[in-house]
């Protein structure tokens, strides 16, 4: 029986819902904030695109994990 | 250590992994002693470590040498005029982004320092990235080892720009912020002392692990062809494949500026160290 294959598909599974949720709130917020005060939409931009790698960062921490289950 | 471990159990399963559909995948992602898959290069075993040209390491080379060459001639051209024409307004454009938008807000003062090798740090990283996009290319960036490499020289850089700074014992002291109370300052030491080590490790696996995903995202799209036996799933195939790989143009761009981006404010924290 071979757990592993299965650990790494839930996990990633897993891992996809956390970083979906994530970025998905933030996208909203930065859309209100936008939308609240045209002139600042390049500076939400850029703070956007920054929380957005850091968020995928810590999800592709649990990739790898997942990765190295289902190769080994 | 850990990397040892990681990089071991990977080409274990490089062999393992072979024999499997996912082979094909796992061969192209993954690094290969030939050079352009085709090509073999020469293998060099020095004091028990291998040093032999392999794909990535010949990649390596290849975007050193765009980069130098295409900088080396930026500069000289700056000595004739202040106006740059032609490829170099590009790459104007890129530097100031750089120096007026991303070093100098999070650096603060004294940033000439370090914009060289912020600047370089992010022309390599992105010649890395965009040469894995071209055919029969490979991502230099999407080795564990590149990347570790890469923190690492980061890693000096932030510890020793604080040091010079700061004093070593003034640089360990100024790591806690004010204003707390006093008895949970040994707790605030050791979590800071583990951010020190944590935040280079995190730049080398998101850099990685983002490279690494994208292509073998793409590969698995057209593999799907391939896995099926049918030839009538390949129109959602490629149309998928090549919208992930618009996508992984803009990964390219913007891992490399997350990385200076990360770099650049780490250097700022070491350096003025008052929360």
Known sequence: MDWAYLAAGIGAGLVVIGGGLGIGKLASSAMEATGRQPEATNDIRTSMII???LIEGISLFGLVITILLALK | MFLAEVVNVAEKSVEKAEEASSGFIIHHVMDNYKLFGVFPMPRIHLFG?????????????????????LFSRMAKAYQKSLVPS???????ILVVFIRDDVVKPTLGEGYEKFLPYLLTVFFFILTANLLGLVPYGSTATGDIAVTAGLATISFIVIQAAGMIKNGVFGFFKGLIPHGIPVWITPIMFIIEILGIFTKPFALAIRLFANMTAG???????????FILHTLWVSP?????????????????????????????LFI??????EH
């Open chain 2, 268 to 273: 700022g924290m070491a350096v003025h160290q």
């Open chain 2, 86 to 92: 032609g490829f170099n307004n590009l790459l104007e």
């Open chain 1, 51 to 53: 929380a957005a790698a």
């Open chain 2, 215 to 225: 292509h073998v995202v793409i590969f698995s799209l057209i593999g799907l062809i």
């Open chain 2, 49 to 69: 470590i291998d040093f032999s040209i392999t794909n990535h390491v010949g990649f390596l080379f290849i975007a050193a040498i765009i980069v130098f060459i």
């Open chain 2, 236 to 264: 959602v195939s490629v149309g998928f494949a090549l919208f992930i790989y618009l996508l992984e143009i803009l990964v390219a761009f913007i891992q490399a500026y997350i990385f200076t981006i990360l770099t650049s």
